[in-house]
């Protein structure tokens, strides 16, 4: 029954790891840049419309450069919480097969 090799295990969980660490960055940096984004927007708008400021962060948060740099954080920020699911998955396969490794063995054990 032992299909459990410790070095491929280790393998996936950094291997899967890691897919998670580098996409929850990229997701991270881009959620933080659309904070800088926002601001020189609103700036631009105040500016260029000589409006309020509420008037210019709406005049920012309905630009499509703006729209566009949401919709890209979305994607990464889909693609980390995917990662992510697959590690946590990768270590439930794990712990399942561990599980039934150790009712094997206490199966065998218990046989006459």
Known sequence: MSDINP???YREF???GEAWS???GAADLLEGTLKILKAQLTVEAKRAEGCSMAEAECI??????????LSEAV???TAANTANVRWVATQSLFEARR??????RAAMK???
């Open 7 to 9: 070095d491929s295990i």
């Open 14 to 16: 950094v291997t899967r």
């Open 22 to 24: 580098e996409a929850r």
């Open 60 to 69: 920012a948060l309905s630009s499509s450069k703006y729209r566009d740099a």
């Open 75 to 77: 994607r990464a920020r």
């Open 99 to 104: 599980s039934a490794e150790a009712s094997h």
């Open 110 to 112: 218990a046989a006459p």
